[in-house]
């Protein structure tokens, strides 16, 4: 396998494996993304594989308790000193380059997915209040709101949350501040004041389960100092959408932290949105407005997403609709309006925010293209990158890099055991792009598979 499917599609399993593939790529003008593929992922019982550490806490309201079967911290601490080296391993190879990561790799998918259960509960709370789904609402709906749900036994309290919410006394609460304000970390705060236990109060974390959520937050600030200290870019990848509330609550930290444009010319870390999904770009936008707010640079990767099959799969095993988009074309439209509004944010508002286009649609590409020189930005102008996968659509990157655009490969790395879902992901996701050959290409996954695991 190592000198078949995985050759062709990773550039190998270390640094050494992979030079050759870089000074190739940097000598036709094209830079290097490294990604240490390896994912974590919960098996079909709901725990994720490996030995049991053991922790058992009990949530409050009576919630069932939460047996987290990780191999721990220790493997998540591992992967911090990986994704470390890969960071320096692009300093040392490329000084525009980037490295890419997977939050799954730094903490426990199980509490990801409590972590986004709880932000998508507290954007129903707050939908509730604002009944004409402006975003906003006032400061007399919400003290209502208040005090039909909680106790107000801390008058100080509340009044250093209105302070909070409404530092301009503008008598307007929007969901940004309001998301800001009630976080996974701070939820058992407001919910242990509930006068009735509602949706909210059973998604509170327990104590426990909060430092374990610090611990995944600290692990990623550990990476993204090492990146701003060696001048590394960082993309924090997408993952399937029951991850992905979490994962861009994370990448928002960051990117206030480090990318802040008093510190910073440069944003140092990207998120990555998925236009396959049904919330895009509205949830784009919403970010562009958080960043002007907060006064940090935008930095996204753009593309189309690479869980559809999951997704879909999911909606359907647990009967809620589905959060793709129900055809391509709608999936094309939506990539294209998304690269379309931030090319115009940054003719509006000048040099910051910065964007990666990564896809092998030829269409996109050449229309961004068509749109860079329509806006008058020139080709190597740093706010547009285009990516592509190792293995796939030569014809695009080469191109590019050619023609002067700032081209990049994505370069999954990694023992062969490791970036083993990454290898079936490919062939599952981009079957049609292998002609006739996609089929086949998944049987042999398949085989592959049974014989590596084969006991």
């Not at 510190?263 to 990555?272: H, Y």
């Amino acid at each position: 396998m190592k000198h078949t499917f995985f050759k062709h599609f990773c550039a190998g399993e270390n640094r050494l494996e992979m030079k050759p593939v870089i000074d190739k790529l940097q000598a036709n003008n094209i830079g290097p993304i490294l990604d240490y593929a390896a994912e974590n992922e919960e098996d079909e019982g709901g725990s994720t594989s490996g030995a049991f550490e053991g922790l058992t806490t009990q949530p409050p309201f009576n919630q069932p308790a939460r047996i987290y079967d990780y191999k721990s911290e220790k493997q998540c601490d591992h992967h911090v000193e990986v994704f470390k080296e890969c960071i320096r391993s692009v300093r040392d190879v490329s000084p525009n380059g980037f490295a890419a990561l997977k939050v799954t790799a730094l903490g426990n998918p199980i509490l990801l997915e409590r972590m986004s259960t709880i932000i998508v509960e507290v954007k129903k709370f707050f939908a509730m209040m604002d009944d004409k789904n402006t975003g906003f609402i006032s400061r007399d709906d919400f003290l209502r709101c208040y005090d039909r749900h909680f106790h107000r036994d801390d008058q100080d309290a509340l009044e250093e949350t209105l302070e909070f919410l409404d530092p301009k006394n503008n008598e307007m609460i929007d969901y940004i501040s309001f998301a800001k304000m009630l976080t996974p970390y701070t939820l058992s705060s407001f919910t242990l004041k509930c006068k009735d236990i509602g949706p909210l109060a059973m998604v509170t974390p327990s104590d426990d389960e909060i430092v374990l959520m610090k611990k995944i937050s600290e692990r990623l600030h550990i990476l993204a100092e090492e990146a701003a200290h060696c001048g590394t870019r960082l993309l924090i990848d997408a993952e399937h959408s029951k991850y992905q509330p979490a994962i861009d609550s994370l990448a928002l930290e960051l990117q206030q932290k480090f990318n802040a444009k008093d510190t910073t010319d440069r944003p140092v870390i990207f998120n990555t949105y998925q236009c396959y999904l049904k919330d895009m770009p509205s949830r784009m936008v919403r970010d562009v407005k958080r960043a002007e707010r907060f006064s940090f640079h935008f930095a996204a990767k753009l593309v189309r997403g690479a869980y559809m099959v999951h997704e879909r799969k999911r909606a359907k095993s647990m009967n809620y609709s589905s959060p793709v988009h129900e055809s391509i074309d709608d999936t094309h439209r939506c990539y294209d309006e998304c690269i379309k509004i931030l090319l115009q944010h940054r003719k509006e508002h000048g040099p910051g925010l910065e964007m990666m286009i990564a896809s092998h649609n030829k269409q996109s590409i050449e229309r961004t293209v068509q749109l860079m020189a329509e806006l008058g930005l020139d080709s190597s102008e740093c706010t547009v990158h285009f990516a592509q996968l190792y293995g796939m659509a030569d014809n695009l990157t080469f191109t590019l890099g050619l023609h002067g655009y700032n081209a990049f490969k994505y370069l999954p790395y990694g023992e062969v055991h490791e970036v083993l879902p990454y290898l079936l992901r490919r062939a599952q996701e981009n079957g049609d792009m292998l002609g006739n050959a996609g089929a086949e290409v998944n049987l042999l996954m398949k085989e592959f598979k049974k014989r590596l695991f084969r006991s």
